[in-house]
Every structure is written in C-alpha cells, then in structure tokens.
C-alpha cells in the first residue's frame, strides 16, 4: 500500500443520508445496512439513526455524507461530518 492510499484516521467511518437539518451544526444521519437474520437466514434491511456534528453547516436534507466517530460533542453526538459525498434534492 503506498502513502497516497493509506487512511489517516483509524476511526470508523459511515456513509449516510441526511433526514433532517433543523438543528444548528447538528444533523441526523440514517445508515441504512442488510443483516442476516439468526433464524431464517434471509437478510433484513435495516438503519441506524446517528446524530452527527456539522460545524460549518455544509450538509442539507437529503444529502449523502461520509461520517466519522469521534469524541462525544453533547449527550447523544458522537460522530462528526467529514465531507458531502453528494448533493441530494432537499427542500
């Protein structure tokens, strides 16, 4: 691996959509993933909910956003906005 294609965070990272941006530097993000069910075998969709921090206020509704975890910012933010992937339609 050369240094051009190494990561320089060792934090995981998500990839998601923004839902709402009512909230100032604040978004929430859904992840959405497919999970094998223990039982039966088939795979189910399923999301997680994160609220992220967005200190510059880039992202907008509907956006798709590449999130990072970080130290926790308040009581339910734990994760930080590390760049707009796409621009999706909004309001």
């Not at 240094?3 to 990272?13: D, F, L, M, V, W």
């Not at 039966?40 to 909910?49: C, L």
């Not at 999130?67 to 926790?72: L, S």
């Amino acid at each position: 691996m050369t240094e051009a294609t190494k990561s320089t965070s060792t934090r995981p990272r998500r990839v998601g959509v923004v839902e709402s941006d009512a909230r100032e530097k604040s978004r929430k993000v859904v992840v959405a993933f497919k999970a094998k069910h223990p039982l039966y075998g088939k795979y189910v969709r399923k999301r997680s909910v994160l609220q992220v921090h967005d200190e510059n206020n880039e992202s907008r509704l509907g956006d798709t956003v590449e999130i990072e975890e970080c130290p926790p910012v308040s009581k339910t933010k734990a994760w930080r906005l590390v760049r707009v992937i796409s621009r999706g339609i909004g309001e």
